[in-house]
């Protein structure tokens, strides 16, 4: 009897060191957050906990989403897929249907003994994925939702992607339209007088911090995704997070129109924001509008990052922190009136580039800052490897890790960015390429070979993008190496297409 106890106690201690051997995962999305951070240098956005994370951790701050939309770009970092895999270019397409057996980032630390947990928006809404998580995926007021029984490699193909039939349809559907506007919507801002707990978004750090105590006490590590909504559209706050800043201290947008040389439908009417009532008519928003907005854009920033630091004070207090890495994106970047736009929906580089922090317990390289271009799909093999896992085969990206040890390290590859177009002339797909001081975009014929518009900016002298350079010929060759990286003709059309990785760079 001795024996046998003695036996189940090594057993159990042994099953808890190799537990412990494993590091935590808090992975934290905010949605619609661009990189106007604190850890940025900006003066003006309160952010202090987004801040400790950089303190603590790398700034990437030439991070890029594959697709600047919602659906898009958090199945590409959560697949490590890109959206000429998946087929996800919009928002009403699952990528089980053109991935069925893909394995997921969390699904693939599930199936090497971590517990993996989602609260909030963390995969597009409506389009959870069951097979990720150890737990049905928690919402806000007590939803959860298990999406394994539903079968998403079921649904009509259409001409450029896949339609859900009836039983896959997103949970929130969409209502119908009066005039361009939504009858159930509000205004595009809001001063709440609710506390913070009454809010989506502080209602999920309350049960992440629940979560966290109970993660505590189980042998096993966890990967805990959590999903914060705000800074999207409606700007809705408390009250003492608009109070945070001086309206007449907010920057109106630096230019109101597309830069020149870019085609016209580079850019979009700003349908997302008209849809709620009381926004100005037309184009470009005036500008008082415009600084109001703004306020309510940036106190939701604030709001949210009151939420994070509940999280990092929850970390402390059950005594992770020291055995736990933490990731921050935001889904893409945000237009606030750049270009006369609004939201996000292009390939310009404040839409496209992302916040991504990466904190490393123990890291000798915290607080630093990396400048080479990175991707939202080397975030999967960058987790796998400095967790030990074996990085999947067929896989977008690339790890990350050599610069986590080392920021300064030479950049490696380009990021590539996406977004489809319809024109008068039919659908193409602007391909937009970065290299650490160069964004060209592409627009390609879908399903074609023909380039009918070419945009080319520098980012170093020309941060604001006001003028393409594409007609320049000193930058013919430039062009020519940038349209390398382009993917291959049929690859934005064709459901079999075979995924192309980049080389993997160790």
Known sequence: ?????????????????????????????????????????????????????????????KAYCQQAVCSPSRTAIMTGLRPDVTKVWDLETHFRAAQPNCVTLPQHFRANGWHCA????????????????????????GRAVDTDPIDWTKQIVTKHGVKVEEYGKPLQGQPARK?????????????????????????????????LAVLKSRREPFFL???????????????????????????????????TGSPQFAGHNNGELHAYPGVPKGNPIPSEFARTLRHGYYSCISYTD??????????DKEGLADNTIIVLWGDHGWQLGDHGLWHKHTNFEIAARAPLLISVPKSKTVGRK???????VDVYPTM??????????????????????????????????????????GAVMGYSI????????????????????TELYDEQQDPNETVSLADMPEHKGLLATLAKHIPPVGSDSNPGAKPKAKTKIR
């Not at 914060?228 to 700007?235: D, G, N, R, S, T």
């Not at 009151?306 to 970390?315: E, K, V």
């Not at 796998?384 to 050599?402: F, H, Q, T, V, Y």
Request: hydrophobic fraction near 40%; proline fraction near 10%.
């Open 1 to 61: 009897m001795k024996q046998l106890f003695a036996l189940l106690s090594i057993s159990l201690m042994l099953t808890f060191v190799e537990a412990a051997d494993k590091p935590n995962i808090l992975f934290i999305a905010v949605d619609d957050l661009r990189p106007e951070l604190g850890c940025y240098g900006n003066k003006i956005i309160k952010t202090p906990n987004i801040d400790r994370i950089a303190a603590r951790g790398i700034v990437f701050n």
């Open 118 to 141: 989602a609260l909030g928006k963390v995969y597009h809404v409506g389009f959870e994925d069951g097979r990720s998580w150890s737990e049905p995926h928690w919402y806000p007021k």
């Open 179 to 211: 005039n361009g506007k939504d009858p159930k919507k509000g205004p595009a801002y809001e001063i709440s007088s609710k506390p913070d707990d009454e809010l989506p978004d502080g209602a999920t750090a309350a049960e992440a911090v629940k979560r």
């Open 225 to 259: 995704a959590v999903g914060f909504v705000k800074p999207h559209l409606p700007f809705v706050a408390p009250k003492k997070y608009w109070d945070m800043y001086n309206p007449n201290l907010i920057p109106v947008p630096t230019t109101n129109k597309l830069p």
């Open 306 to 315: 009151a939420q994070i630091g509940r999280l990092l004070d929850a970390l």
């Open 370 to 376: 990396c400048e080479a271009p990175v991707e939202f």
């Open 384 to 425: 796998a490897d400095i967790c030990g896992l074996p990085i999947p085969d067929r896989l977008g990206g690339n790890s990350l890790k050599n610069f986590i040890e080392n920021p300064d390290a030479p950049a490696a590859d380009v990021a590539i960015s996406q977004y489809p177009r319809s024109t008068p002339d």
């Open 434 to 453: 970065r290299n650490e001081r160069y964004r060209a975009t592409f627009w390609r014929v879908r399903n074609g070979s023909k380039i009918v518009a």
